[in-house]
C-alpha cells in the first residue's frame, strides 16, 4: 500500500513560482509511476504532469508545458513539481498519485491507485 502525502501549497502572485513536494511511503513506490493532478472548483480533476518510475519518460499536460517541472527521488520516495509563471487559471487543489496495477494511460486518473490528499495554490490576479 502507497501512502502520499503532497506539501508546498498556498498563495502566489500571477507570475510567481511554488514547489510542491509529495512524500510517498509504501513498497511499491519506486517501481510505480507518478503524477500530478488538479481539480479547479467546479472542474474535473485533471492530468498536469507525469513521471516514470525511473524519470526516463516525463509527460505534461499542454497547458502547463515550459513552465511546470516534475521530478522524483526514488531514494528519497518523493516527488516534486516545480511551477513557474503561475497563472490565476493554474488555482486549483493539486493531488499526487501513484500508479495502479491497472493498465492505463499515464493521462488518464484510471493509472493511478494512491492519491494524496490534496494541497491548495492560489494564484492571485
Known amino acids: 500500500q502507497v501512502q502520499l502525502v503532497e506539501s508546498g501549497g498556498g498563495l502566489v502572485q500571477a507570475g510567481g513560482s511554488l514547489r510542491l513536494s509529495c512524500a510517498a511511503s509504501?513498497?511499491?513506490?519506486?517501481?510505480?509511476?507518478m503524477g500530478w493532478f488538479r481539480q479547479a472548483p467546479g472542474k474535473e480533476r485533471e492530468f498536469v504532469a507525469a513521471?516514470?518510475?525511473?524519470?526516463?519518460?516525463?509527460y505534461y499536460a499542454d497547458s502547463v508545458k515550459g513552465r511546470f517541472t516534475i521530478s522524483r527521488d526514488n531514494a528519497k520516495n518523493t516527488m516534486d513539481l516545480q511551477m513557474n509563471t503561475l497563472k490565476p487559471e493554474d488555482t486549483a487543489v493539486y493531488y499526487c498519485?501513484?500508479?495502479?496495477?491497472?493498465?492505463?494511460?499515464?493521462?488518464?486518473?484510471?493509472?493511478?491507485?494512491?492519491w494524496g490528499q490534496g494541497t491548495l495554490v492560489t494564484v492571485s490576479s
Open positions: 498519485a501513484a500508479q495502479g496495477p491497472v493498465s492505463a494511460s499515464v493521462y488518464s486518473s484510471e493509472a493511478y491507485a494512491y
Open positions: 513521471i516514470t518510475w525511473r524519470g526516463g519518460n516525463i
Open positions: 509504501g513498497p511499491t513506490f519506486r517501481s510505480s509511476a
